[in-house]
């Protein structure tokens, strides 16, 4: 009984002592105009990087850092693979791989997005993947890591009929057509990494006014992050969960700490938690109200 203690303690610490010092990392990759920047900005439900319109923006595969109360999370934003044209960021790398290269051994990501335009998911495709495959084999031999790549269609609202350009988009043919991108590149992805990948649609379109919220058609966030939540480690859970702003996937990080803590309690008749412990179920407790986790 209290070898089973030990462990769920042991798992609750990784939720709560190692967050502090452990940010959620992990890389958005895909072309230029893919909608990384959007994406960004989705997650965070907040303004946090730049989008550019007519020339590609993003310079330099870089590690944006985003810090709150909550801890912090790290996301390797990069510059469209496989483009021609220079971003109107400086970047010191030859080509937009060894950017990323260059980041990813510095830092190790969680997991890979690749995203993927849905009008574009057919098209212009097989260089990028290509190159994805070399970023989880650089990932694969500095940090003997086998990162998991979720697939993102991205820009969803832009798929006929236009006039359903709201979500939850369920107009019939606008439906069929997202079916439709999702199981090209669930295709392309399996093919290119000999395994299953999970495939997400995406919109991520916000509009900002001086870093205010005045237009919002975010679809799915809420999906991927519950599903980049199961890719995480334990100590980065939370912090996503937080940061996040988004109470579905709140409330699915609170409901597995829930379970652990019920775990705990069970056998504390039978076997009183170690001393030592008690401020560990403590902090949580007051952690997961402060933060309105449950």
Known sequence: MKEKIHVELDHLKSFTLDARARPARFAIVGRRGAGKSSLINAIFGEKRAEIGDVKARTGAGKWHRYQSDAGALEILDTRGLGEAEDPEEAFSKATALEEVQASIKEKCPDAILFLSKA???SSRIDEDLAQLLELKKTIQEVHEFDTPIIGVVTQVDELSPKSADKPPFDHPIKQENIQEAIQVLESKLREAVSNPVKVIPVSAYMEFDHDEVVYDIRWNIDLLLDYLIEQLPNEAQMVLAKLSKIKS?????????????AGITGAIGASPIPGPDMPIITGLQTTMIASKLL
Do not use: N, P
């Open 119 to 121: 009008k574009e998911v």
């Open 249 to 261: 996937v709140q409330k699915k990080v609170a409901r597995r700490l829930g379970k652990s803590i």
